[in-house]
T-cell receptor, first 117, second 113 residues
């Protein structure tokens, strides 16, 4: 069964450093997303990406965050200057169609646990 | 704005017993509703979703959920729990024209042998 692959599974970074979280969506999917889950809290939407541009973003997704699909297969989330409060599990997801049009909803990756120290 | 509330952060049931996980939504327009399951160290897997049409939705692994507009609920049920059902379950909502999911806080299901 096709999977969304996220690397690394766990990343530790120092406060103020830049970090890039990597995702390989399912190959024929067109919609891409990042979510995060701070320990003990809800899974929160960060950003959706379609047709090589951001289609929607949350208030969390400020200027410190950016996304890119650099080569047609990877989908990355960059945090420019990490803060302690960025520590969370970050989930990538992809979908073949819009959320309402896909019978499968999103396919989520297993997540990257980011720890900022 | 849309939101979901999951009642009970932890639910324990005996193997073979009925599973009932509660989800209530708040939405100003008809919502689309989802249940996801997360097994340890894995991603979120779609169990089932409701968009339009039949209000009783059947999903994978024997789970089903019923959309009740009058009660603003979308509770998840399974007639007979299995040990492999132990996981965290998330209810989520989105609205037409919106690509983001809004998740509940999750319910951790424990199965007692």
């Amino acid at each position: 069964e096709p999977e969304v692959t996220q690397t690394p599974s766990h990343q530790v970074t120092q406060m103020g450093q830049e970090v890039i979280l990597r995702c390989v969506p399912i190959s024929n999917h067109l919609y891409f997303y990042w979510y995060r889950q701070i320990l003990g809290q809800k899974v929160e939407f960060l950003v959706s990406f379609y047709n090589n541009e951001i289609s929607e973003k949350s208030e969390i997704f400020d200027d410190q965050f950016s996304v890119e699909r650099p080569d047609g297969s990877n989908f990355t989330l960059k945090i420019r200057s990490t803060k302690l409060e960025d520590s969370a599990m970050y989930f990538c997801a992809s979908s073949e169609a819009s959320l309402r049009g896909s019978p499968y909803g999103y396919t989520f990756g297993s997540g990257t646990r980011l720890t900022v120290v | 704005a849309q939101s979901v509330t999951q009642l009970g952060s932890h639910v324990s049931v005996s193997e073979g017993a009925l599973v009932l996980l509660r989800c209530n939504y708040s939405s100003s327009v008809p919502p689309y509703l989802f249940w996801y399951v997360q097994y340890p160290n894995q991603g979120l897997q779609l169990l089932l979703k409701y968009t339009t049409g039949a209000t009783l939705v059947k999903g994978i692994n024997g789970f089903e959920a019923e959309f009740k507009k009058s009660e603003t609920s979308f509770h998840l049920t399974k007639p007979s729990a299995h040990m492999s059902d132990a996981a965290e379950y998330f209810c989520a909502v989105t609205l037409f024209g919106n690509e983001k999911l809004t998740f509940g806080t999750g319910t951790r299901l424990t199965i007692i042998p």
